[in-house]
Every structure is written in structure tokens, then in C-alpha cells.
């Protein structure tokens, strides 16, 4: 019998061609494999249980890096061959089958890296068929050196004949090289002359180890290093990349290094180990090497381990675990040319760290947070891209530009969603122009052509204006789609979720459909509709934007609404003299728009507490409450009843009172924060029962707080319901395009 296989998925630049060889060889069956644009084909010929295992070792045989999205088979004619070969990649067929992402060093890899004699030993571009750069050097597909950055790079005799040999773990490896004929390292540095080689590593880290800051080129564009351990290192390092209370992300040389500085589970430690290698947020000890100023005031520190031979060689010579942050300047996306980095970073590093291998594209580190219900991404980039996260019944192109801050763009092609990996807020022409760079990479991968644009309601958002002015070019139609609506669209794809569900789409701020700001709703959703059930507390934030820098602001509105009587007291602590003209400027509606956000909310409440006076990064005020909660097991809640209205609002007056009541007694601000959390739970349970609805979806950026959505799914469960939350989509706004897709795809 013969049979003609197609698969779709992660089939490129993976070993799969070579494990098809081998498992046919293995079976005694004749045939050939090749790479397609859209996906891998293939035939084989034998006895039917020959052939019956070759399938089985498909399903159940495949390479780590390798995944199966869609498989079919079909019985052809049989015909006269002499074994199993790998046959030249087709390039004429349409795109569905994405490359693989970047992967991090596989064991076998390491092992030669650290082996003295070994034609590979300490080469810092060391890589096969199973680990190394993948889409950050694709400029094309089919998936074949020629169409990666690595072209330029001209194989020797040796790599050749790896490359070329069917049963070596680096046949077809694109990245293949080796220091006779690969990339080469060199130091730049205005403090010491540059080197090259070995020579260019000792430097980087002995500037590392004297208290230096060192702009690595890493895989996915450039990082900024320091020694973590030195708290005046880390200190210059916030001074000169004007970040000074958002927590570093720290690269620890081995486990027995990261298990000095935190408690990490079985599971955090799979997490960090797997191929995509991301920043897991795990809990940090209280002592430990750490200097206090890298993880500020949160009580978790983003670590992760090497995965590239050049940060495993660094780390080991430097003897010391590093802070390692994006090589960027605020609101810009990373460097990834050496022109780049020294025209923007200059300022910052102290010296550089570079290569000669081009990066076609840049990847931040990807960002995972483990919960009971396994690993969830919170920034999907390096590692996860470009890997589809869902599959929709639509055939329809759609082209989604997502939202305006942690922005994403998703395109929905044959079925699967796939969205880009983390851009950025769209706030610099370089992330606007990198976003549509973006793009049109993904278009050209996929050879889509968007038959429809789904975009934000918000017409001011950069992506929200990119997307008129494609629908009016491409002549296609343009659907907007609340954001909101979005967050929970994105959870219902990723679950395939059908029919009508109950969404918690709790975050900071969104235009809602009546032109309103949105922040603390409850949805409910089926296909591409929803109707507005319920509501947080409604509040004015007076001077808009600046009340989620500012997080007294939120809290005077909040008094101004829900608790006048205490207006004064509070207001003249924050803003002294100038509580006139704030008060006026919310009587007369002045620059004082009307909020439900569950953000703000949080940032009002912190206020309160005076536990965060100015906020500098995202989610800050938010991030102390949940510390603070958190040292604290639940007692009591506050009272916050539904109103009877439809939508229903939460009675923020009552909340409010027992909060200021607690605060008038000395109530410990710990103490304060856990109830604050557990009203928002059983808010969220009371809700939950009177839309009467078994399944209820929990996204948005809130819900990245741990204390508040595990409690929430607990007592949900404990009350019969089904509770569903993003895994694979991060709930922030960087799932935002994959709702919108969703959405789109079935409007």
C-alpha cells in the first residue's frame, strides 16, 4: 500500500524530515518528504503494518521541538521505487505551515560545548536541527539556509558534511556553523581596546564582574547586563535607563544558582527548562545574593536559565547571576543592529557585546507565570512565536491590529490563529514602523491576503489608524471590536469555546461601546456578540490619562463619587492647596471622564492605603496590593451589592466605607488589601449566579494577579461553575488581537 501524508504545524526546521527518513528506513518502506510553503508532504510504500507504524511513530515519535496541528492521509497508487529520500523544498505552494520558533540549546549541544577536544568547544554559536535561532533569522520560507541570514555564512567541509548527512542530529540544520566557518564574537567598549573570539568574551565579562554595564546581542536583538549581585551596578543601571521601580529579570548560570535565590516548584523548574526558555516569576527568598534594588518591592523575581551557548559561557565566567533587560529605550522596540545599539544604547552600556550573524527580526524574552492550572503566558515572544494558539471554523483571512499598549498583531489563515510575538506600546514611530514591518512579514509567510481588518473602537490608537488606512487601500471591511469583548473573544478561541458564556474582563481602561470608559465588566459573550450584564463601581478619574500615573488621582474621584464626606480628609493629604481646583474641575466634568475600570480601582484603593504614591510602570499600585494581600488568609469582605439595573453596577459605596472604616480603626493596610481581594472574588461569584450562565471566562490584565484569579476559580468551582482563563494568550493586552480576530472571522 502507499499513502500520501500531509502535516501542518511546527514541521519546519525541527528534524522532521530526517526523523520521517529514519522512521521509514526503520520500517523498510520506500518514499520521499519534502518542505512546502504550506506545509511538509510526503509518501510511503510497504506492507500495511510497516506503513500502520510509520503513522503511529508520527503520532507518537516526534522530535521535542516538533508539533502536529493537522495531518491527512490518502491512499494513492503504488508504484516502482528504491528507497526513502528527502526531496528538494517546493517554494511555489501557498503558506500555512509556519516556521519553528527560536529554540533554546538542546542537551546534546551543551555537552559539546563543554567538552575540551571538541571541534565545537566554547563556540558560542553552537546549534542542530533540535535547538537555536529559527524566526529570528528567517527572511523566507520554505524554511532553507539561502532564505535565512545565515546565507552569508558559507559552510565548511566539516558542517557541510553534517548537514548533509540523514542520520546527523544536524542534518538540514539552517543555523548550522562552527568557529572555522561561522558568526564570531567582538567587544566594543570606549573603556578597553576590542577583541575578537575568546578574547572578546573574557572582556565582557570582566567588565561584567567590575560592576560594568554590558549590552549583549543575544539571539533576538540586544540585552543589558549587570551583576545582580551589586547593588551599585543595579542602581546605575535604573539611573541611566530611567526605570526606577519596575523589577529586572534575572539569568541565573544553572538551577543550583536560581535555587540560592528563590523556592522554585517542580513546575516552574519545567518551565525554565523547556525549549521555549522563558522568564518564569517565581518566588524569591528574603536572603539570598539578589541585591534589593532588581526586584524592587514584589516578592517574585523574573528568572531564567541560558538558553543559548553564548549566555551559558558568559554566565559561567562571570561566576555570578545578571540582570538581563531588554536592550532598548523606553516605549522602543530592542535593538538588533550593532549601528542601532550604539546609536540608542550608548548612553546606557558601558561596553558591547556583539556578532556578525544578522537578526532579521526582533524577540524579546518571552514572560510565563505558573498557576494550578499550569504553565501561563504573560508576554509571548521568544520561544512561543509565531506558533498558532487556535483553530476557528472560518476559511477567511482576517488581518487583526489588536490594541495600543503591549501590542500584537494576529492574522487568522485556513482556520488557525497566529499571532506575532510581543511589539511593544505603540507609542515610537519605531515600534509603529516595526509593528507594520510585522506585518507584512507574516503576511508574506503565510501568503495572506486579509479579507477583512479588525481593529479597536478606540479610534485614537495608533493600530486603530493603521487598520483605516489598510481596510480603505486593501478595499476590504473594517470591524471594530470592543476591547473588552476582545479579552474574552481571545479566552473563547483558545478553549473553543461555542455558545454563550459569562466574561470577567477586569484590566485598566477601554473605549466601551457607548463611549464610556470601560475597565471592570461582565460580558456575555456567544460568537462575535456580547450584551453588557454588570459593571464595577463607576468613577471620574480627574485629569484622564494622568490618574494611571498618578494613582491619588483615581482615589479622589473614587471619593468624590462614593464617599464625599471623606473628600477632604484624603484630598488635602495628596494635593494641599490645589484641592479646589481639583474638586472643581470633577463638578464641572472637566477632564474627569467616567471609569468602570477594575484597574484604576486597584490604583484608587493603594491610594488609600498609601501603599504606592506614583506609579512607573504598568500595574505597579496593583502589584503592591496583591504583596501585601497575600501575607494574609482571608477573614472577611466588604459589603458591594449588585444593583438591580440591567447592566447591574456594583454599590462602590459600601466598599469604599468599610475600607475607609478599617483605615479609621488602624486595621493593618495588609489586612485591608486581603479583603479588598476577596469582595472582588465574591463580587465576581455574585455575578456569576445571577447571570445564571455554567461557564464563565476570566481575562484581562487583572487577572495576572495571582491572589485574585486563583481565589476567583476556586470559589467559582466551589459554586458549580466552569472557569476558564488564558494559558497560551496572555490575558493582558497582548491577547487583545487574538479576540479581535476571533471575532471578526465569525461577524
Given at each position: 500500500?502507499?499513502?500520501?501524508?500531509?502535516?501542518?504545524?511546527?514541521?519546519?526546521?525541527?528534524?522532521?524530515?530526517?526523523?520521517?527518513?529514519?522512521?521509514?528506513?526503520?520500517?523498510?518502506?520506500?518514499?520521499?518528504?519534502?518542505?512546502?510553503?504550506?506545509?511538509?508532504?510526503?509518501?510511503?510504500?510497504?506492507?500495511?503494518?510497516?506503513?500502520?507504524?510509520?503513522?503511529?511513530?508520527?503520532?507518537?515519535?516526534?522530535?521535542?521541538?516538533?508539533?502536529?496541528?493537522?495531518?491527512?492521509?490518502?491512499?494513492?497508487?503504488?508504484?516502482?521505487?528504491?528507497?526513502?529520500?528527502?526531496?528538494?523544498?517546493?517554494?511555489?505552494?501557498?503558506?500555512?505551515?509556519?516556521?519553528?520558533?527560536?529554540?533554546?540549546?538542546?542537551?546534546?549541544?551543551?555537552?559539546?560545548?563543554?567538552?575540551?577536544?571538541?571541534?565545537?568547544?566554547?563556540?558560542?554559536?553552537?546549534?542542530?536541527?533540535?535547538?537555536?535561532?529559527?524566526?529570528?533569522i528567517a527572511e523566507a520560507l520554505p524554511y532553507d539556509r539561502?532564505?535565512?541570514?545565515?546565507?552569508?555564512?558559507?559552510?565548511?567541509?566539516?558542517?557541510?558534511?553534517?548537514?548533509?548527512?540523514?542520520?546527523?542530529?544536524?542534518?538540514?540544520?539552517?543555523?548550522?556553523?562552527?568557529?572555522?566557518?561561522?558568526?564570531?564574537?567582538?567587544?566594543?567598549?570606549?573603556?578597553?581596546?576590542?577583541?575578537?573570539?575568546?578574547?572578546?568574551?573574557?572582556?565582557?565579562?570582566?567588565?561584567?564582574?567590575?560592576?560594568?554595564?554590558?549590552?549583549?546581542?543575544?539571539?533576538?536583538?540586544?540585552?543589558?547586563?549587570?551583576?545582580?549581585?551589586?547593588?551599585?551596578?543595579?542602581?546605575?543601571?535604573?539611573?541611566?535607563?530611567?526605570?526606577?521601580?519596575?523589577?529586572?529579570?534575572?539569568?541565573?548560570?544553572?538551577?543550583?544558582?536560581?535555587?540560592?535565590?528563590?523556592?522554585?516548584?517542580?513546575?516552574?523548574?519545567?518551565?525554565?527548562?523547556?525549549?521555549?526558555?522563558?522568564?518564569?516569576?517565581?518566588?524569591?527568598?528574603?536572603?539570598?545574593?539578589?541585591?534589593?534594588?532588581?526586584?524592587?518591592?514584589?516578592?517574585?523575581?523574573?528568572?531564567?536559565?541560558?538558553?543559548?551557548?553564548?549566555?551559558?559561557?558568559?554566565?559561567?565566567?562571570?561566576?555570578?547571576?545578571?540582570?538581563?533587560?531588554?536592550?532598548?529605550?523606553?516605549?522602543?522596540?530592542?535593538?538588533?543592529?550593532?549601528?542601532?545599539?550604539?546609536?540608542?544604547?550608548?548612553?546606557?552600556?558601558?561596553?558591547?557585546?556583539?556578532?556578525?550573524?544578522?537578526?532579521?527580526?526582533?524577540?524579546?524574552?518571552?514572560?510565563?507565570?505558573?498557576?494550578?492550572?499550569?504553565?501561563?503566558?504573560?508576554?509571548?515572544?521568544?520561544?512561543?512565536?509565531?506558533?498558532?494558539?487556535?483553530?476557528?471554523?472560518?476559511?477567511?483571512?482576517?488581518?487583526?491590529?489588536?490594541?495600543?499598549?503591549?501590542?500584537?498583531?494576529?492574522?487568522?489563515?485556513?482556520?488557525?490563529?497566529?499571532?506575532?510575538?510581543?511589539?511593544?506600546?505603540?507609542?515610537?514611530?519605531e515600534t509603529r514602523a516595526l509593528f507594520e514591518r510585522t506585518?507584512?512579514?507574516?503576511?508574506?509567510?503565510?501568503?495572506?491576503?486579509?479579507?477583512?481588518?479588525?481593529?479597536?473602537?478606540?479610534?485614537?490608537?495608533?493600530?486603530?489608524?493603521?487598520?483605516?488606512?489598510?481596510?480603505?487601500?486593501?478595499?476590504?471591511?473594517?470591524?471594530?471590536?470592543?476591547?473588552?469583548?476582545?479579552?474574552?473573544?481571545?479566552?473563547?478561541?483558545?478553549?473553543?469555546?461555542?455558545?454563550?458564556?459569562?466574561?470577567?474582563?477586569?484590566?485598566?481602561?477601554?473605549?466601551?461601546?457607548?463611549?464610556?470608559?470601560?475597565?471592570?465588566?461582565?460580558?456575555?459573550?456567544?460568537?462575535?456578540?456580547?450584551?453588557?450584564?454588570?459593571?464595577?463601581?463607576?468613577?471620574?478619574?480627574?485629569?484622564?490619562?494622568?490618574?494611571?500615573?498618578?494613582?491619588?488621582?483615581?482615589?479622589?474621584?473614587?471619593?468624590?463619587?462614593?464617599?464625599?464626606?471623606?473628600?477632604?480628609?484624603?484630598?488635602?493629604?495628596?494635593?494641599?492647596?490645589?484641592?479646589?481646583?481639583?474638586?472643581?474641575?470633577?463638578?464641572?466634568?472637566?477632564?474627569?471622564?467616567?471609569?468602570?475600570?477594575?484597574?484604576?480601582?486597584?490604583?484608587?484603593?493603594?491610594?488609600?492605603?498609601?501603599?504606592?504614591?506614583?506609579?512607573?510602570?504598568?500595574?505597579?499600585?496593583?502589584?503592591?496590593?496583591?504583596?501585601?494581600?497575600?501575607?494574609?488568609?482571608?477573614?472577611?469582605?466588604?459589603?458591594?451589592?449588585?444593583?438591580?439595573?440591567?447592566?447591574?453596577?456594583?454599590?462602590?459605596?459600601?466598599?469604599?466605607?468599610?475600607?475607609?472604616?478599617?483605615?479609621?480603626?488602624?486595621?493593618?493596610?495588609?489586612?485591608?488589601?486581603?479583603?479588598?481581594?476577596?469582595?472582588?472574588?465574591?463580587?465576581?461569584?455574585?455575578?456569576?449566579?445571577?447571570?445564571?450562565?455554567?461557564?464563565?471566562?476570566?481575562?484581562?490584565?487583572?487577572?495576572?494577579?495571582?491572589?485574585?484569579?486563583?481565589?476567583?476559580?476556586?470559589?467559582?468551582?466551589?459554586?458549580?461553575?466552569?472557569?476558564?482563563?488564558?494559558?497560551?494568550?496572555?490575558?493582558?493586552?497582548?491577547?487583545?488581537?487574538?479576540?479581535?480576530?476571533?471575532?471578526?472571522?465569525?461577524?
Open positions: 500500500m502507499r499513502l500520501a501524508i500531509v502535516v501542518r504545524g511546527t514541521v519546519q526546521g525541527v528534524g522532521f524530515r530526517p526523523f520521517v527518513h529514519q522512521a521509514a528506513a526503520r520500517y523498510g518502506l520506500s518514499g520521499w518528504v519534502k518542505n512546502g510553503r504550506d506545509a511538509v508532504r510526503l509518501e510511503v510504500q510497504g506492507g500495511s503494518e510497516q506503513v500502520a507504524s510509520f503513522e503511529r511513530a508520527l503520532a507518537f515519535e516526534l522530535p521535542p521541538p516538533a508539533e502536529i496541528s493537522e495531518l491527512s492521509c490518502e491512499h494513492v497508487p503504488e508504484r516502482e521505487e528504491i528507497g526513502f529520500r528527502i526531496m528538494a523544498s517546493d517554494a511555489d505552494a501557498p503558506v500555512d505551515s509556519l516556521l519553528p520558533p527560536d529554540l533554546a540549546l538542546c542537551a546534546d549541544c551543551w555537552r559539546e560545548v563543554e567538552t575540551p577536544g571538541d571541534r565545537r568547544h566554547r563556540y558560542p554559536f553552537t546549534n542542530c536541527a533540535r535547538c537555536g535561532p529559527r524566526y529570528s539561502e532564505n535565512t541570514s545565515m546565507r552569508v555564512f558559507e559552510m565548511c567541509k566539516d558542517c557541510a558534511a553534517e548537514y548533509e548527512n540523514i542520520a546527523d542530529r544536524r542534518h538540514h540544520a539552517q543555523p548550522i556553523a562552527c568557529p572555522r566557518c561561522g558568526p564570531e564574537l567582538s567587544w566594543i567598549s570606549r573603556k578597553s581596546e576590542p577583541a575578537r573570539g575568546k578574547h572578546a568574551l573574557a572582556r565582557a565579562a570582566h567588565a561584567l564582574a567590575s560592576g560594568q554595564i554590558v549590552a549583549l546581542r543575544g539571539i533576538g536583538g540586544f540585552q543589558l547586563l549587570v551583576d545582580a549581585t551589586n547593588a551599585a551596578a543595579v542602581a546605575r543601571l535604573r539611573t541611566r535607563k530611567h526605570r526606577p521601580h519596575k523589577p529586572f529579570a534575572v539569568m541565573f548560570r544553572d538551577e543550583r544558582a536560581l535555587a540560592e535565590s528563590a523556592r522554585v516548584t517542580d513546575a516552574e523548574l519545567a518551565a525554565l527548562r523547556g525549549t521555549e526558555a522563558p522568564i518564569v516569576l517565581v518566588r524569591r527568598h528574603d536572603t539570598g545574593p539578589l541585591c534589593s534594588g532588581v526586584c524592587a518591592q514584589s516578592p517574585y523575581v523574573g528568572a531564567l536559565l541560558p538558553y543559548s551557548p553564548l549566555h551559558g559561557l558568559l554566565l559561567a565566567e562571570v561566576g555570578r547571576p545578571l540582570v538581563c533587560t531588554s536592550g532598548n529605550l523606553s516605549n522602543e522596540p530592542i535593538c538588533i543592529t550593532i549601528a542601532q545599539a550604539q546609536a540608542r544604547l550608548s548612553d546606557i552600556a558601558d561596553g558591547f557585546l556583539t556578532h556578525n550573524r544578522p537578526i532579521v527580526r526582533p524577540l524579546d524574552d518571552s514572560v510565563v507565570q505558573l498557576s494550578r492550572r499550569g504553565p501561563v503566558v504573560l508576554r509571548r515572544a521568544r520561544g512561543f512565536a509565531p506558533r498558532t494558539v487556535a483553530r476557528i471554523q472560518s476559511e477567511l483571512d482576517v488581518l487583526a491590529v489588536g490594541a495600543h499598549m503591549k501590542s500584537t498583531l494576529t492574522i487568522a489563515h485556513r482556520g488557525a490563529l497566529i499571532p506575532s510575538q510581543h511589539l511593544g506600546d505603540l507609542e515610537s514611530p506585518l507584512q512579514d507574516l503576511c508574506a509567510f503565510l501568503d495572506a491576503r486579509p479579507e477583512r481588518i479588525a481593529c479597536d473602537l478606540h479610534p485614537e490608537y495608533a493600530s486603530s489608524r493603521l487598520a483605516e488606512r489598510l481596510a480603505a487601500e486593501w478595499q476590504v471591511p473594517l470591524i471594530r471590536v470592543q476591547h473588552h469583548h476582545a479579552h474574552i473573544a481571545a479566552c473563547m478561541a483558545e478553549h473553543a469555546l461555542d455558545g454563550a458564556v459569562l466574561g470577567l474582563a477586569w484590566d485598566g481602561v477601554g473605549l466601551g461601546s457607548d463611549g464610556t470608559i470601560w475597565g471592570g465588566e461582565a460580558l456575555v459573550c456567544e460568537g462575535a456578540s456580547f450584551r453588557r450584564f454588570a459593571q464595577l463601581p463607576s468613577f471620574p478619574l480627574p485629569g484622564g490619562d494622568r490618574a494611571s500615573r498618578e494613582p491619588e488621582r483615581a482615589a479622589l474621584g473614587a471619593l468624590f463619587e462614593l464617599a464625599p464626606d471623606q473628600l477632604e480628609l484624603y484630598g488635602r493629604r495628596w494635593f494641599g492647596a490645589k484641592l479646589g481646583l481639583q474638586i472643581a474641575a470633577l463638578e464641572r466634568g472637566l477632564n474627569s471622564p467616567f471609569c468602570s475600570s477594575a484597574g484604576r480601582l486597584f490604583d484608587a484603593v493603594a491610594a488609600l492605603l498609601g501603599v504606592c504614591e506614583l506609579v512607573t510602570f504598568e500595574g505597579q499600585a496593583a502589584i503592591a496590593l496583591e504583596s501585601l494581600a497575600a501575607e494574609c488568609e482571608r477573614d472577611t469582605v466588604y459589603p458591594c451589592p449588585l444593583s438591580q439595573d440591567a447592566p447591574a453596577s456594583a454599590d462602590g459605596r459600601l466598599l469604599l466605607a468599610g475600607i475607609l472604616a478599617d483605615i479609621a480603626a488602624d486595621v493593618p493596610v495588609a489586612r485591608i488589601a486581603r479583603r479588598f481581594h476577596d469582595t472582588l472574588i465574591e463580587l465576581g461569584v455574585a455575578i456569576a449566579q445571577r447571570a445564571g450562565l455554567p461557564r464563565v471566562v476570566l481575562s484581562g490584565g487583572c487577572f495576572q494577579n495571582r491572589l485574585l484569579l486563583e481565589g476567583l476559580e476556586q470559589r467559582l468551582a466551589q459554586e458549580g461553575f466552569s472557569v476558564y482563563a488564558p494559558q497560551r494568550v496572555p490575558a493582558n493586552d497582548g491577547g487583545i488581537s487574538v479576540g479581535q480576530a476571533f471575532v471578526a472571522a465569525q461577524t
